[in-house]
């Protein structure tokens, strides 16, 4: 997957990078469903951890909206750690350090530090999101080497999974103050992921169990040396559980007002679009549209601005699709509800075309087919912002569209027409119903989840 050589980077919807050969794998910024664990006041959740072999300095404070660390007294270094334990995660956050100390993202940490570290090693001849064996056998992944300067960079020979960017690209990819890294971390043995300002750097499988199934997230300062009058700073923590059972809500969601949908047992608080009961009953834990009788089905009531997160599976050969802001749900005789609503497309197919998985219907191509093969599981997060709406799919940031710029009658702000009869997007209704569709085949919806945004109709 090596690049191209390019003076500049152009990020888009989706991170798109020019290449001879493929492009990178691609994140976005942290999801849309990323609940906070640090509350940029204060070290509420956090602790410093007294027995690392890095030391135990106290120097970890809030400053800016951001956790702060240094060593407090000459190579004295340390780690504050996550109150919680946590198994399968993905983690995100910005980090603005100073160059020169050697740092790092724990993840399932000991109280003693061992852990899977994301390495921050912000320094010449360091590292960022490579992945180190912190006390467990010092095991190192890493696939660049950071030089004298943060710009620039040294592409180093690890063919298990090649640097993403050349160091041309870096000297333009990498912000001069503020950058996003993020990590996912499941299994045990554990694959690790990593991410920089949403591209891959490193995917990375362990062999065998070294750690238990949950610990900290942690941040450290290394010890030794002298590093006390340089400081690195986090902000933007954020964390998704991928291990919460199916159809619940994990205390990370809870918290912020997340609400579940449906409970995994019964259709309670759900119907038809034409608002009778479905003539098919829950599926092992899931909402199975197909054959329940109408065209969707949908919650009972209506919904503003909001955060929608699902997980599906499809069936060989499938057609559906999740619908929002679907208003009037009654239509005229011969009309299709369909036609009242956006609806992010799920298809059987690996293109990635205006009626493609990701797609806003007819609106809006994704910027490439992230679906998985027919039978597994997929990730879908969905964002109704007044204009926005924005579709996420498996990690990644597909599709979006503002409706404020969708002012022409059955056309696309490019010009182009769209099949949607008499449409000016930009005044449909900023409320409706959410719909899963029945489009003639078998799909499965589980752990459907909203954040309303400005609750209204969401009580």
């Given at each position: 997957?090596?690049?191209?050589?390019?003076s500049s980077i152009i990020v888009l919807v989706c991170v798109a990078i020019a290449s001879a050969q493929d492009k990178p794998k691609t994140c976005p910024q942290a999801g849309s469903d990323f609940a906070s664990i640090f509350d940029g006041k204060t070290l509420k959740g956090w602790?410093?951890?007294?027995?690392?072999?890095?030391?135990?300095?106290?120097?970890?404070?809030?400053?800016?909206?951001?956790?702060?660390?240094?060593?407090?007294?000459?190579?004295?270094?340390?780690?504050?750690?996550?109150?919680?334990?946590?198994?399968?995660?993905?983690?995100?956050?910005?980090?603005?350090?100073?160059?020169?100390?050697?740092?790092?993202?724990?993840?399932?940490?000991?109280?003693?530090?061992?852990?899977?570290?994301?390495?921050?090693?912000?320094?010449?001849?360091?590292?960022?999101?490579?992945?180190?064996?912190?006390?467990?056998?010092?095991?190192?992944?890493?696939?660049?080497?950071?030089?004298?300067?943060?710009?620039?960079?040294?592409?180093?020979?690890?063919?298990?999974?090649?640097?993403?960017?050349?160091?041309?690209?870096?000297?333009?990819?990498?912000?001069?103050?503020?950058?996003?890294?993020?990590?996912?971390?499941?299994?045990?043995?554990?694959?690790?992921?990593?991410?920089?300002?949403?591209?891959?750097?490193?995917?990375?499988?362990?062999?065998?169990?070294?750690?238990?199934?949950?610990?900290?997230?942690?941040?450290?300062?290394?010890?030794?040396?002298?590093?006390?009058?340089?400081?690195?700073?986090?902000?933007?923590?954020?964390?998704?559980?991928?291990?919460?059972?199916?159809?619940?809500?994990?205390?990370?969601?809870?918290?912020?007002?997340?609400?579940?949908?449906?409970?995994?047992?019964?259709?309670?608080?759900?119907?038809?679009?034409?608002?009778q009961e479905s003539k098919v009953p829950v599926d092992n834990g899931c909402i199975q549209p197909h054959g329940c009788g109408a065209y969707m089905m949908v919650p009972e009531r209506e919904y503003d601005d909001f955060i929608l997160s699902l997980d599906f599976k499809i069936s060989?050969?499938?057609?559906?699709?999740?619908?929002?802001?679907?208003?009037?749900?009654?239509?005229?005789?011969?009309?299709?509800?369909?036609?009242?609503?956006?609806?992010?497309?799920?298809?059987?197919?690996?293109?990635?075309?205006?009626?493609?998985?990701?797609?806003?219907?007819?609106?809006?191509?994704?910027?490439?087919?992230?679906?998985?093969?027919?039978?597994?599981?997929?990730?879908?997060?969905?964002?109704?912002?007044?204009?926005?709406?924005?579709?996420?799919?498996?990690?990644?940031?597909?599709?979006?569209?503002?409706?404020?710029?969708?002012?022409?009658?059955?056309?696309?702000?490019?010009?182009?027409?769209?099949?949607?009869?008499?449409?000016?997007?930009?005044?449909?209704?900023?409320?409706?119903?959410?719909?899963?569709?029945?489009?003639?085949?078998?799909?499965?919806?589980?752990?459907?989840?909203?954040?309303?945004?400005?609750?209204?109709?969401?009580?």
């Amino acid at each position: 997957m090596k690049l191209a050589n390019s003076s500049s980077i152009i990020v888009l919807v989706c991170v798109a990078i020019a290449s001879a050969q493929d492009k990178p794998k691609t994140c976005p910024q942290a999801g849309s469903d990323f609940a906070s664990i640090f509350d940029g006041k204060t070290l509420k959740g956090w602790h410093i951890s007294t027995k690392t072999g890095h030391g135990t300095t106290k120097a970890w404070v809030v400053k800016d909206d951001a956790i702060t660390g240094t060593q407090d007294k000459p190579g004295n270094g340390g780690i504050v750690i996550t109150d919680e334990q946590y198994g399968d995660f993905e983690v995100s956050l910005e980090m603005g350090n100073d160059y020169g100390p050697d740092s790092g993202l724990f993840l399932r940490s000991t109280e003693n530090g061992k852990c899977y570290q994301a390495m921050i090693d912000y320094h010449n001849n360091g590292n960022v999101m490579g992945v180190y064996g912190e006390g467990i056998g010092g095991f190192a992944a890493r696939n660049f080497q950071t030089l004298e300067s943060p710009d620039r960079i040294k592409v180093l020979d690890y063919p298990e999974f090649h640097c993403p960017l050349t160091p041309e690209q870096w000297k333009t990819f990498w912000k001069k103050d503020w950058n996003q890294v993020q990590a996912r971390i499941t299994g045990n043995p554990p694959r690790v992921e990593t991410w920089i300002n949403g591209i891959k750097f490193m995917d990375w499988t362990d062999t065998e169990k070294r750690l238990p199934d949950k610990g900290g997230i942690a941040l450290q300062v290394h010890g030794g040396g002298d590093l006390t009058k340089q400081f690195v700073r986090y902000r933007s923590i954020r964390v998704r559980r991928l291990d919460t059972p199916d159809n619940t809500l994990s205390p990370e969601e809870k918290a912020a007002g997340w609400q579940l949908l449906f409970d995994g047992k019964t259709l309670k608080g759900w119907k038809t679009c034409t608002m009778q009961e479905s003539k098919v009953p829950v599926d092992n834990g899931c909402i199975q549209p197909h054959g329940c009788g109408a065209y969707m089905m949908v919650p009972e009531r209506e919904y503003d601005d909001f955060i929608l997160s699902l997980d599906f599976k499809i069936s060989k050969g499938c057609n559906s699709g999740i619908f929002v802001r679907t208003f009037p749900i009654k239509v005229k005789p011969g009309e299709d509800v369909g036609y009242n609503g956006l609806e992010m497309a799920i298809d059987d197919s690996t293109g990635a075309g205006m009626h493609d998985t990701g797609a806003i219907y007819d609106l809006v191509a994704p910027c490439r087919n992230a679906m998985k093969p027919v039978g597994q599981w997929n990730h879908a997060v969905i964002t109704c912002d007044a204009p926005r709406i924005i579709v996420e799919l498996n990690g990644e940031r597909v599709s979006e569209m503002n409706l404020d710029e969708w002012t022409q009658v059955e056309k696309r702000p490019d010009g182009s027409t769209h099949k949607f009869t008499g449409r000016v997007w930009k005044n449909h209704p900023r409320h409706g119903y959410i719909g899963l569709q029945d489009h003639g085949s078998p799909c499965w919806f589980k752990s459907i989840k909203l954040l309303p945004l400005r609750p209204k109709r969401a009580g």
